[in-house]
């Protein structure tokens, strides 16, 4: 059902220190950069390893532009940190029911606009031991899982 880690969302208050912290410790560059007003968010992607073109993983930097966002509520609760994990998958309608059909909450009932052009739906992290957990499928093509990975 799953491909690989499409990204690990990080709650932040100030993306552009988060950014430059992420670039001068570890040498990570900003891959794509945008504002997600649905889901209350300025964002930008660091690449860690694929291409743009598709079967990437990326950190996911998140700050709040809205006092009543899910990651403004987050950071009120828990400050900085890992805010989600998120899995690529070439079909999150399908893969969003067959995670329903498991008894886990899915809080998007229609697959929501994500990073870079993605469908996103998340899974409620009281199902999931805690981990806020998204399910992505991507713009670009999700390269087939490699036998035995
Ligand atoms: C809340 N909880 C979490 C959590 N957020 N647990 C783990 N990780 C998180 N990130 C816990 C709370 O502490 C609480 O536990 C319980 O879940 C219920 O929380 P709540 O009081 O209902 O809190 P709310 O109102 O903040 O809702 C939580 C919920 C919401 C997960 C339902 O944040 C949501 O719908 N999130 C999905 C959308 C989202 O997060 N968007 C931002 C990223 P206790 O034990 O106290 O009951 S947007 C994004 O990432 C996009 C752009 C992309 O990837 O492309």
Same mark, same amino acid.
């Given at each position: 059902m799953f491909t690989r880690i499409d990204h690990v969302g990080i709650a932040c208050r100030d993306l552009d220190a988060a950014v430059a912290f992420y670039r001068s410790t570890y040498g990570f560059e900003v891959a794509h950069e945008e504002v997600n007003e649905e889901q209350g968010v300025r964002e930008a992607m660091l690449r860690v390893n694929g291409t743009d073109d598709?079967?990437?993983?990326?950190?996911?930097l998140l700050e709040p532009i809205?006092?009543?966002? =899910?990651?403004?509520?987050?950071?009120?609760?828990?400050?900085?940190?890992?805010?989600?994990?998120?899995?690529?998958?070439?079909?999150?309608?399908g893969?969003?029911?067959?995670?329903?059909?498991?008894?886990?909450?899915?809080?998007?009932?229609? =697959?929501? =606009?994500?990073?870079?052009?993605?469908?996103?739906a998340f899974l409620h992290p009281k199902d999931c031991g805690g981990v806020l957990t998204e399910l992505v499928q991507a713009a670009g093509p999700e390269p087939d899982r490699e036998p035995g990975s």
């Open positions: 598709g079967g990437a993983s990326y950190l996911q809205r006092d009543d966002s =899910p990651v403004a509520r987050f950071l009120e609760r828990n400050g900085e940190g890992v805010h989600h994990v998120a899995f690529g998958t070439g079909d999150v309608a893969a969003s029911a067959a995670v329903a059909g498991r008894g886990v909450r899915v809080l998007d009932a229609e =697959p929501r =606009p994500g990073s870079m052009g993605s469908r996103i």
